[in-house]
């Protein structure tokens, strides 16, 4: 029952490390997610291994050490994504040091003599303390590797706000964080069913079946969705902030300026979405605002928190919903279509343009169309 999903897995995970991994351009993410995806290919391949062919191996491999990289690399590619300047650094090594560690210790505790592994917490089975201390480690590592993606996914969803003017599933993530927490359910589902086979009834089938078909599942979807997430705040053409003076920190509480110089920031990014019409700009962002104005990007950021009380999502889609308002009581909506509108006026979706519009007006478009026409 198990080896068809392996056969499958380990081909879909392998393929889909090599799409990945000359994707181009190549970020860190990216060799995070490749990497990910080939070592889970190769853990099915050992399990295939363990499977049909163990007899031609003189001594069990300890590959049973594999899973606890799936949280460390995960971990790494939702970094890559969402820090602005995400390198990695020599302490972070120190996120493997687990898996080294067991490793370690699976090929010096090795027997060379065993051919075949009993069930775990069987008769047979020596060392059945060991490998529930094992089952435990690699439970444990998923689960906090897994709490601290949805930390991380969370948090840059509330942060875009003060950078993006728009919506997509390539900025928020949401992909990622589904796909995250379908990973860990299979984990949860698998271990569920081993408890209970241990405890309570003999299950007729490997409940580790349920990790596999989750890995392999996602490995498809990564494949596609992977391949298509370009970089957040690094992509071809990405806005490079200006270069502020020394001493400044990109934490605007420190930036020195005056209440007075805050006043002055805040008209400039209003006249320029006055005058400029900056706004009508679908993907329009904080840093290529910066760079048009001159401005240090977290100068901008306190000038909008501080003065205006706004966070840059809100400030431009306010700029958006008026011009869309304009239209409508010129009578456009005569000529062109709601969502016509709302797109001349710089929404990218139309969910987005509901949401907003209700949120700013109290009224959806479509009463308050209504009530133009009335």
């Known amino acids: ?156 969803k509330n942060r875009i706000r003060e950078q993006f003017s728009y919506k997509s599933g390539k900025i928020t993530l949401a992909w990622l964080l589904f796909f995250s927490i379908t990973v860990y359910a299979s984990f949860c589902l698998s271990y569920l069913l081993k408890g209970i086979n241990w405890l309570i009834i003999d299950i007729q089938f490997d409940p580790k079946i349920f990790i596999y078909i989750g890995l392999t599942l996602i490995s498809f979807a990564f494949s596609f969705y992977g391949y298509r997430q370009a970089g957040i705040f690094h992509y071809p053409g990405a806005a490079k902030e200006p270069v502020s003076s020394p001493g400044q920190t990109a934490q605007y509480q420190k930036s020195g300026l005056s209440k007075t110089e805050l006043q002055k920031l805040a008209n400039s990014i209003s006249e320029a979405m006055e005058n400029k019409q900056l706004y009508l700009n679908p993907e329009i962002t904080l840093s290529e605002v910066s760079q048009q104005l001159h401005i240090p990007k977290h100068h901008l950021t306190q000038a909008l928190n501080s003065v205006l009380h706004k966070n840059f999502y809100q400030f431009i889609n306010e700029y958006r919903v008026k011009a869309v308002i304009t239209r409508l009581e010129k009578q456009d909506i005569q000529r062109y279509t709601l969502i016509t509108i709302a797109y001349d006026s710089g929404f990218n979706s139309k969910s987005t343009f509901n949401s907003v519009f209700k949120k700013i007006t109290d009224q959806t478009p479509s009463a308050y169309l209504k009530k133009v026409k009335a």
């Open 1 to 156: 029952m198990i080896e068809p999903v392996l056969y499958i897995g380990a081909a879909q995970s392998v393929f889909a490390g090599i799409i990945i991994a000359i994707k181009r351009p190549q970020l860190i993410a990216d060799r995070f997610l490749s990497a990910w995806l080939f070592i889970v290919g190769i853990e099915m391949f050992l399990v295939l291994l363990n499977v049909k062919w163990l007899y031609m191996v003189p001594y069990q491999l300890p590959f049973l050490v594999i899973p606890m990289l799936y949280g460390p690399l995960l971990w790494g590619y939702v970094r890559g994504l969402i820090l602005e300047n995400p390198g990695f650094r020599r302490i972070e090594i120190i996120h493997f040091a687990p898996f080294l560690l067991l490793l370690i210790i699976a090929f010096f505790f090795r027997d060379p003599d065993k051919i075949v592994t009993p069930e775990p917490f069987s008769q047979e089975y020596p060392s059945w303390f060991a490998r529930s201390i094992y089952d435990i480690l690699v439970f444990s590592s998923m689960t906090i590797y897994s709490i601290l993606v949805f930390i991380a996914l969370t948090k840059h």
